[in-house]
C-alpha cells in the first residue's frame, strides 16, 4: 500500500516560482510513471504533468514551458517545479500514477495572487 505526502504549496504573486513535492512511503514508484494533478472547487481533477520509467514527459498545454516534473527515485519523491505562475494556476495539486492508481493524498494548496 503506497502513501502519497504533498508538500511545497503556498501563497505566491504572479510571476513567481514554487516547487511542489511529493513523498510515496510504503513501495517504491520508480516502476510507476507518476503524474501530478491539480483540482479546483467544482472542477474535475485535471492532470498537468506526467513523467514515465524512462524519464519521458507529458505536459499540458496550459502548464507546457511553465512547469518541469521531475523525479528522484533513490528518494522515492516526484517534484513539481513551476515557474511563472498564474492566477488560474490557484488549485490544490495531487500526486498519483495517471491511472490514478494509488490511494489520493491530503494535496497542497497553490494560490497565485497579489
Known amino acids: 500500500q503506497v502513501q502519497l505526502v504533498e508538500s511545497g504549496g503556498g501563497l505566491v504573486q504572479p510571476g513567481g516560482s514554487l516547487r511542489l513535492s511529493c513523498v510515496a512511503f510504503?513501495?517504491?514508484?520508480?516502476?510507476?510513471?507518476m503524474g501530478w494533478y491539480r483540482q479546483v472547487p467544482g472542477k474535475q481533477r485535471e492532470l498537468v504533468a506526467s513523467?514515465?520509467?524512462?524519464?519521458?514527459?507529458y505536459y499540458a498545454d496550459s502548464v507546457k514551458g511553465r512547469f518541469t516534473i521531475s523525479r528522484d527515485n533513490a528518494k522515492n519523491t516526484v517534484y513539481l517545479q513551476m515557474n511563472n505562475l498564474k492566477p488560474e494556476d490557484t488549485a490544490v495539486y495531487y500526486c498519483?500514477?495517471?491511472?490514478?492508481?494509488?490511494?489520493w493524498g491530503q494535496g497542497t494548496q497553490v494560490t497565485v495572487s497579489s
Open positions: 498519483n500514477t495517471p491511472q490514478g492508481t494509488f490511494s
Open positions: 510504503g513501495n517504491m514508484i520508480s516502476i510507476y510513471a
Open positions: 513523467i514515465f520509467s524512462g524519464a519521458s514527459t
